[in-house]
């Protein structure tokens, strides 16, 4: 079991940044694969940002356009998402999540990870 406790969500304008943590339970280098997803109102979940602890490599969304980093605090078990040059469409509520296993190429689908945190929210203030 890993909990993941999320916070750094709240009122930006756009065009401002935020940095969102994500606290897991055990210690992050034993999970495969954590990821980023929002879900913003009538919409479904979808995937932002991944890190594979294996190489290190991380995965983004097309969408982003490099506004987005994801990275991780082995000593802290912690991943977070550095998000800069926000815009209104990036308001969501935000959930980090954690994978038990991990198959290439499958870090986009929600059915990859097995424990979610609760999520925070990020809303666009302009």
């Known amino acids: 079991q890993v909990q993941l406790v999320e916070s750094g969500g709240g009122l930006v304008q756009a065009g401002g940044s935020l940095r969102l943590s994500c606290a897991a339970s055990r210690r992050t280098f034993s999970i495969p694969i954590m990821g980023w997803f929002r879900q913003a109102p009538g919409k479904e979940r979808e995937f932002v940002a991944a890190f594979r602890w294996l190489g290190g490599s991380t995965y983004y969304a097309d969408f982003l356009k490099g506004r987005f980093t994801i990275s991780r605090d082995n000593v802290k078990n912690t991943l977070y998402l550095q998000m800069n040059d926000l815009k209104p469409e990036d308001t969501a509520v935000y959930y980090c999540?954690?994978?038990?296993?991990?198959?290439?190429?499958?870090?986009?689908?929600?059915?990859?990870?097995?424990?979610w945190g609760q999520g925070t929210q990020v809303t666009d203030s302009s």
């Open positions: 999540a954690a994978a038990k296993e991990y198959y290439s190429g499958t870090y986009r689908a929600t059915s990859t990870y097995d424990y």
